[in-house]
């Protein structure tokens, strides 16, 4: 007879899905895609090549909505994953480092 009782953490009960956090994590991937488009910037102007205010500015407006999304869909994978009901699904603790393959 096998048993498989695991100890209760503090994390066991799925928690539900806080867009605030979301929020705030696009706000932060904003942020960073604002400054990735001022070294985009001034890298650009520092090249000999030509190009249009117009598409510098579609440049930046993409480069900026693209962190946004990133920063944004990465909190809420985590959330998902953390209160996913499934042991298979939550995030993992332990680090592989230090461990053997079988």
Do not use: H
């Not at 953490?9 to 994590?25: E, H, M, Q, Y």
């Not at 991937?29 to 488009?37: D, E």
């Not at 909505?65 to 994978?77: Q, V």
Request: hydrophobic share 35%; with cysteine; aromatic share 10%.
């Amino acid at each position: 007879m096998r048993r498989d009782l695991k100890p209760q953490s503090c994390n066991s009960a799925p928690s539900g899905f806080n867009g605030f956090k979301v929020l705030w994590a696009s706000f932060i991937g904003t942020g960073i895609g604002v400054i990735l488009t001022i070294f985009l910037g001034t890298f650009i102007r520092n090249t000999p090549a030509e190009i249009p205010r117009t598409r510098l500015l579609y440049l930046r407006g993409v480069v900026i909505a693209s962190a946004m999304l990133f920063g944004s869909s990465i909190e809420s994978m985590r959330q998902l994953q953390e209160s996913a009901s499934e042991e298979e699904y939550r995030s993992q603790k332990t680090t592989w480092r230090g461990q053997r393959r079988r």
